[in-house]
């Protein structure tokens, strides 16, 4: 955890570097009508500077254990270990490549899987309408086959009225 926080210091410590020069204290100062002169400004900016690295410094160790990111980091060996055991030592991880049409491409994969999922089931039920229809619709036919035959029986079968 130290080597954590050692990197962090110097990183944050050169960018805040790079953000803020003795020069520009002294371009700022004398913007505004005073005068420095680049040993207190140095000093000025140091100063500054530790204090606020002092600040970032106390934050990350404050989230750090907050957050058990020591113990999450001791567990990255067991998970890498654990994923050499079930997919090989030459396995390759997910690896982006910085265009969103490729590196959405897994998530895509199994919206779409879901989605015909999904409309395969649609088929299925919509299949079993249809034969249910198919039935119903040859009993009725049925039905109203045998109510024709009635009905021609019946008026066969009736006398046709005399005048």
Same mark, same amino acid.
């Given at each position: ?49 530790? *204090? ?18 020591? &113990?999450?980091? &001791? ?70 086959? *045998?109510? &024709? ?15």
């Amino acid at each position: 955890m130290d080597n954590l926080q050692e990197s962090f210091r110097i990183l944050c410590y050169k960018i805040a570097d790079e953000a803020f020069k003795s020069k520009d204290l002294q371009r700022l100062s004398k913007s505004n009508g005073c005068k420095v002169d680049k040993k207190t400004a140095g000093e000025i900016r140091e100063r500054h500077l530790q *204090q606020f690295l002092t600040g970032v410094m106390d934050d990350f160790s404050k989230t750090c254990s907050g957050e058990e990111i020591e &113990a999450k980091i &001791a567990r990255l060996a067991d998970i890498r270990e654990e994923a050499i055991e079930r997919h090989g030592a030459d396995a390759q991880g997910y690896r982006p490549v910085g265009d969103p049409r490729f590196d959405t491409l897994g998530i895509q994969m199994k919206c779409k899987e879901a989605y015909c999922a999904r409309l395969q089931e649609e088929i299925e039920a919509l299949d079993e309408r249809i034969v249910e229809n198919k039935t119903v619709n040859e009993q009725n036919t049925r039905v109203v086959k *045998q109510l &024709a035959e009635n009905i021609k029986e019946r008026l066969a079968s009736k006398s046709p009225p005399t005048d």
